[in-house]
């Protein structure tokens, strides 16, 4: 099943224990969405982009240690010389951009630390045969890993025609960091696995597959090390399509999974910051929830907005209908160091909204 037909077929739910709007001062221009102690300011369409460059579907986005922010799109095929990662200040002036060998692919970004020096580890989604890329902040690659080389992706006969093979899709969509220097990588639009590498870059474990029974996965398009709890830090899945987050040891071993549509709706990625777990959910709606995993608040959540949003995806390509202090398709998500977030949306003319503390 590809990319949309997940999204179509993905249950439609409302659910949630706080539904908020915005401010309904006609006249305020930035409303201010959350609740007590978790309010922000929408600062929609945030970014100077270039006028010799065009969005082409946002996807993602990271901060180096200096606060500059990193945004991937996917780019389109008319649009070849268009880089596909770019970089603004604090302040949303363009830096730079790069990534024109990843044109139609970008999609998940992430920055670490190791020693003095940052990096960046970028999913090349859907093109080419590199599918992961490490580089420095400047885009200079150090190295491109390929399909993995491991029995869960070697071909195998086809059920259906014992005299032909098959092989298994892979295209990563996201990687998080492990504690002891590895990072994890979900291969949330090919076969469904979750894959642990080493700090060297080297293939340690698989696990996952797909399935909606415990342990078992359908788009793990996100996922993060949840280390909120001292000494007992668990892997969080963005399970997208079962409409869940499910959570594992680290060495891969099924914890649990809160209820399909109940909890989280489309769960794109996952982020933490203190004892805050951040979840931007494709389905209009960006979660905050607590050190027990309780919804502190669901932002800009409303039931009404949600159906025009899903009815036919129609409204992702029509910026006109797009309202204040609502979302349209929240793909990613991230806290700056003044807790300030983030979202970036799965939108064909791309969107970036700062939402800014102030309460």
Same mark, same amino acid.
């Given at each position: 099943?590809?990319?949309?037909?997940?999204?179509?077929?993905?249950?439609?739910?409302?659910?949630?224990?706080?539904?908020?709007?915005?401010?309904?001062?006609?006249?305020?221009?930035?409303?201010?969405?959350?609740?007590?102690?978790?309010?922000?300011?929408?600062?929609?369409?945030?970014?100077?982009?270039?006028?010799?460059?065009?969005?082409?579907?946002?996807?993602?986005?990271?901060?180096?240690?200096?606060?500059?922010?990193?945004?991937?799109?996917?780019?389109?095929?008319?649009?070849?010389?268009?880089?596909?990662?770019?970089?603004?200040?604090?302040?949303?002036?363009?830096?730079?951009?790069?990534?024109?060998?990843?044109?139609?692919?970008?999609?998940?970004?992430?920055?670490?630390?190791?020693?003095?020096?940052?990096?960046?580890?970028?999913?090349?989604?859907?093109?080419?045969?590199?599918? $992961?890329?490490? *580089?420095?902040?400047?885009?200079? *690659?150090?190295?491109?890993?390929?399909?993995?080389?491991?029995?869960?992706?070697?071909?195998?006969?086809?059920?259906?025609?014992?005299?032909?093979?098959? *092989?298994?899709?892979?295209?990563?969509?996201?990687?998080?960091?492990?504690?002891?220097?590895?990072?994890?990588?979900?291969?949330?639009?090919?076969?469904?696995?979750?894959?642990?590498?080493?700090?060297?870059?080297? $293939?340690?474990?698989?696990?996952?597959?797909?399935?909606?029974?415990?342990?078992?996965?359908?788009?793990?398009?996100?996922?993060?090390?949840?280390?909120?709890?001292?000494?007992?830090?668990?892997?969080?899945?963005?399970?997208?399509?079962?409409?869940?987050?499910?959570?594992?040891?680290?060495?891969?071993?099924?914890?649990?999974?809160?209820?399909?549509?109940?909890?989280?709706?489309?769960?794109?990625?996952?982020?933490?910051?203190?004892?805050?777990?951040?979840?931007?959910?494709?389905?209009?709606?960006?979660?905050?929830?607590?050190?027990?995993?309780?919804?502190?608040?669901?932002?800009?959540?409303?039931?009404?907005?949600?159906?025009?949003?899903?009815?036919?995806?129609?409204?992702?390509?029509?910026?006109?209908?797009? $309202?204040?202090?609502?979302?349209?398709?929240?793909?990613?998500?991230?806290?700056?160091?003044?807790?300030?977030?983030?979202?970036?949306?799965?939108?064909?003319?791309?969107?970036?909204?700062? $939402?800014?503390?102030?309460?």
């Amino acid at each position: 099943m590809n990319r949309r037909e997940f999204i179509a077929t993905a249950a439609v739910a409302s659910t949630g224990p706080i539904l908020l709007g915005t401010t309904k001062k006609a006249e305020e221009k930035k409303p201010v969405i959350g609740v007590e102690g978790h309010k922000y300011e929408c600062v929609h369409n945030w970014g100077e982009l270039p006028g010799e460059f065009e969005w082409q579907t946002t996807h993602n986005v990271a901060l180096d240690g200096a606060g500059n922010v990193y945004i991937t799109h996917q780019g389109l095929k008319n649009k070849k010389g268009m880089d596909t990662v770019f970089v603004f200040d604090p302040k949303g002036k363009y830096i730079r951009s790069f990534g024109k060998d990843w044109h139609e692919g970008g999609h998940g970004v992430e920055i670490r630390k190791e020693g003095s020096e940052e990096f960046i580890y970028f999913s090349n989604t859907w093109t080419g045969t590199k599918k $992961l890329v490490k *580089t420095n902040l400047k885009g200079e *690659t150090v190295w491109e890993k390929g399909r993995p080389e491991c029995p869960e992706y070697a071909p195998r006969p086809d059920a259906k025609d014992a005299t032909k093979t098959v *092989t298994p899709a892979y295209n990563p969509t996201n990687i998080c960091w492990l504690p002891d220097g590895g990072f994890n990588v979900g291969d949330g639009y090919g076969s469904n696995y979750m894959l642990n590498y080493d700090k060297d870059g080297k $293939l340690v474990k698989v696990f996952g597959g797909s399935g909606n029974g415990k342990g078992k996965l359908q788009t793990p398009h996100g996922q993060w090390v949840d280390d909120r709890v001292k000494d007992k830090p668990v892997l969080v899945v963005c399970d997208r399509a079962n409409a869940r987050l499910s959570r594992f040891q680290l060495d891969g071993t099924p914890i649990d999974a809160t209820e399909s549509g109940k909890v989280v709706l489309f769960p794109a990625h996952a982020k933490t910051r203190g004892d805050v777990l951040l979840v931007p959910d494709l389905h209009a709606r960006v979660s905050l929830f607590d050190k027990e995993n309780k919804p502190i608040v669901h932002l800009g959540d409303d039931a009404e907005w949600r159906k025009k949003v899903l009815d036919g995806f129609k409204v992702r390509s029509q910026p006109k209908e797009w $309202l204040p202090g609502k979302f349209v398709h929240p793909h990613d998500a991230a806290f700056d160091k003044d807790g300030n977030i983030f979202v970036v949306e799965w939108v064909s003319t791309g969107r970036i909204t700062l $939402l800014k503390k102030v309460g």
